[in-house]
């Protein structure tokens, strides 16, 4: 049955047909199989499909469990994925191509995955497939960011494993359902950690603005959709109402702006802002309740579209000016207006200005808190609502576009790209208009409505007091060509210090060991074999010279002749065994003892 | 390439500037008179205030600018911080060359 086909394996097949494809050819296959898949998706019929036998004592394994938040997921990644590749056409070689197929055929094994195992082996497949995305530009900062990337990925994923052989040995069972925070145990915290750090969750966040702006033009775009958002739906399955969640999810909403404002480059600065925004998703999973979890969804969907928009605003100015820091970057409203137009939609977007896609969905999250009086978390989302606006929705543009004008005049953005711009646009202003169709493929049914006019009301006077701030504290808010640290530190200049450290200590022992056995040992074996015998002969006979009433210096003179012999090996053939017992002796005794 | 579309440079112009400024503080003085012809419905009591949201909006951005410009005496750091500020001899590929279009 075609419909017992896992959506992971239709891309992976693509993956293998895509290094074959040349040219145009290859561009428009890119654009049909997820809008193929997508198609697919919608034909998956709800419950589990079929199993496929694992080690004895384990139940089966269920690569394609359908319900309505996988499906959901399964809907924005393929949707993201056709008009991703549609802006990609300008992509001249297939490498970033075939690993980032394999990237979304991963994402979407995840969100498919009825069992710990199947989705662990896609968690780690992500983990990889994505690194390629990254070191496809092929620049030294990308490899270099790349090993980074992955290094803190394979950390997640062995925190995940250790969590999943826990779980499974102490429950049994190896199904990836909603796990009771009241019996919470280390597998399961571990298990949560695994995918917090996918999740860019504080500690564990450097990796997302330390690796994705590396990335190519397409890469970063690609990127920026389906790590976060798997995990984000990992945490949605499997973790709802876990209380810590809501401490860490405002934790991100915070941090997320506050490094966004002090950050140069303008792709830093959507990637801090992704953290910002899955901030409000880890929150949702928190609160646990189904407006959350249903606000979750919509807003994950709603963010994708806004969010790639935003990297491919960013990315076309990229493609066209080479540069990426907004020190660089300033008046290209000039030349690029088409550009413009569509990144600020974006921007208006992920602000969740009425009559855009953010209104409609970010706001079923701050409902949820209101519903369940959470004030502080309440407090702090409003907050980070109004610091979306500063850095994602004014400061982005502003400093790219408008600002100072740094005499750049690049072309306009390829046509394809304004195309995918074009696309995304239309659906985030759709979206913001007609919510209807998306909520209604919400895991619950949301009674919420986002057009009131209280609402309206209040969320101009937030987003417009905010821009007021941010353009009278502009003075404060001119960028610098400087660099912020983040958790990265540890690792970049702890790695360095580790290294030094390691050296210096290890190559340290090594040397003290190589001249203690290599050179001082083996020298006093080989003196101990040519003379030990002779010596030990020689203290066994002083009782016998004594005896025979020798004197001392002539004692002496004898045993060194005696060792002096031994050295040569002149020796009459009687003393030669004698020496040859005594030899045999202390091997007997050293192997007795 | 051979000839320059007239471009526009409006937004640089002072009177333009000037025009913005204005249109924004409207804006913000617009969304707090239209409170007063709206049912609100607080959740919590305080967000009842009358213009509680356009407070919290200057308040809340005010003191998230001001933490940042905290942090950022912190945690920033000359470009060069890391050792790998290094152009490289590889020119990215999704650069665009003046040809592809």
């Given amino acids: 049955m075609l419909t017992d086909i896992p959506p992971s394996l239709l891309l992976f097949a693509g993956a293998l047909i895509t290094m074959l494809l040349r040219g145009r050819a290859r561009n428009i296959f890119l654009v049909a199989l997820p809008i193929y898949t997508f198609w697919h998706i919608s034909q998956l019929s709800f419950g589990e499909g079929p199993k496929l036998d694992f080690l004895p004592t384990f139940d089966a394994l269920e690569p394609l469990r359908v319900d309505k938040l996988s499906k959901a997921f399964g809907y924005i ?8 590749f549609l802006f990609a056409f300008y992509v001249k070689k297939a490498f970033q191509h075939v690993w980032a197929l394999v990237y979304i055929g991963a994402a979407l094994g995840v969100i498919f995955a ?10 780690e497949l992500m983990a990889i497939s994505s690194a390629f995305v990254i070191i496809a530009r092929n620049t030294l900062r990308a490899k270099q960011a790349a090993f980074r990337y992955v290094m803190v990925h394979i950390f997640g994923g062995l925190l995940l494993l250790a969590g ?109 802002s992704i953290i910002n925004q899955v901030g409000f998703m880890v929150c949702a999973a928190g609160i646990g309740t189904k407006m959350a979890i249903a606000g979750a969804v919509a807003h994950a969907f709603c963010h994708i579209i806004y969010k790639s928009l935003l990297w491919m605003s960013a990315g076309a100015v990229l493609y066209r000016t080479g540069k990426s820091r907004c020190t660089d970057l300033g008046g290209l409203y000039k030349t690029m207006p088409w550009t413009l137009l569509f990144g600020g939609i974006g ?53 790219v576009f408008f600002n100072q004008d740094k005499g750049l005049r690049p072309k306009e953005a390829p046509k394809t790209m304004l195309w995918a711009m074009g696309i995304l646009s239309f659906l985030c202003i759709w979206l913001g208009i007609q919510p209807q169709m998306l909520y209604d493929i919400l895991p619950y049914a949301v009674d919420y409505k986002a057009y009131t006019a209280s609402h309206l009301v209040t969320q101009m006077q937030l987003l417009m007091f905010s821009a007021l701030v941010f353009f009278l504290f502009l003075p404060m808010l001119k960028r610098t ?26 190559n340290g022992i090594n040397t003290k060991v190589n001249d203690v056995i290599a050179v001082r040992s083996t020298a006093w074996v080989g003196r101990f074999f040519r003379t030990a015998p002779a010596e030990i002969l020689g203290g066994l006979l002083v009782p016998y010279w004594m005896g025979i009433g020798l004197k001392t210096d002539e004692i002496t003179a004898r045993k060194e002749k005696l060792v002096l012999r031994a050295k040569r090996g002149a020796f009459p053939v009687g003393i030669t065994a004698c020496l040859a017992v005594v030899m045999l002796a202390i091997i007997y005794l050293v192997a007795l003892g | 390439m051979a ?12 009177s333009s500037r000037r025009l913005l400024w204005r249109l924004l503080w409207g804006a913000c003085a617009l969304s707090v008179v239209a409170e007063l012809f709206v049912h609100r419905h607080p959740h919590f009591g305080i967000d009842g205030i009358f213009g509680f949201y356009a407070l919290l909006g200057f308040i809340g ?22 050792n790998d500020h290094i152009e490289d001899d590889v020119i990215p590929e999704d650069i665009d060359d003046g040809h592809a279009d």
């Avoid at chain 1, 009825?114 to 968690?123: F, K, M, P």
């Fill in chain 1, 77 to 84: 990644f393929t949707l993201n994925a056709a008009v991703a």
């Fill in chain 2, 3 to 14: 000839e320059q579309k007239k471009e526009s440079d409006w937004f640089d112009r002072p």
């Fill in chain 1, 164 to 272: 999943i052989v826990m779980t499974v040995s102490s429950s049994g069972s190896i199904a990836f359902d909603s796990f009771d925070y009241a019996d919470a145990n280390l597998g399961t915290w571990l298990i949560l950690a695994g995918f917090l750090v996918n999740a860019a969750a504080p500690l564990f966040s450097a990796w997302l603005s330390d690796a994705y702006p590396e990335a190519s033009v397409t890469g970063g775009l690609i990127l920026s959709a389906y790590t976060t958002k798997t995990a984000v739906y990992t945490l949605l399955r499997g973790f709802p109402g876990w209380e810590p969640l809501m401490v860490i999810g405002c934790v991100m909403a915070v941090i997320g702006i506050m490094y966004a404002l002090l950050e140069n480059d303008m792709r830093r600065i959507l990637a801090y």
């Fill in chain 1, 481 to 506: 060509a400087t660099i912020s640290l983040d958790v990265d530190w540890f690792y970049r200049k702890g790695g360095v210090a580790f290294y030094r450290i390691m050296d210096k200590s290890l």
């Fill in chain 1, 347 to 399: 921007a208006l977007a992920i602000s969740a200005v009425p009559l855009t896609s953010g209104f409609t969905s970010k706001t079923i999250i701050i409902a949820a808190t209101e519903y369940k009086q959470l004030f502080w978390v309440w407090l702090v989302l409003e907050l980070a609502s109004a610091g979306v606006f500063l850095h994602a929705g004014i400061k982005f543009p502003y400093f």
């Fill in chain 2, 61 to 82: 951005c005010t003191a998230m600018i001001l933490l940042a410009k905290g942090l950022g005496k912190w945690v920033k750091r000359g470009e060069d911080y890391y």
């Fill in chain 1, 114 to 123: 009825g069992d710990l195992i199947t989705l662990y082996i896609y968690w």
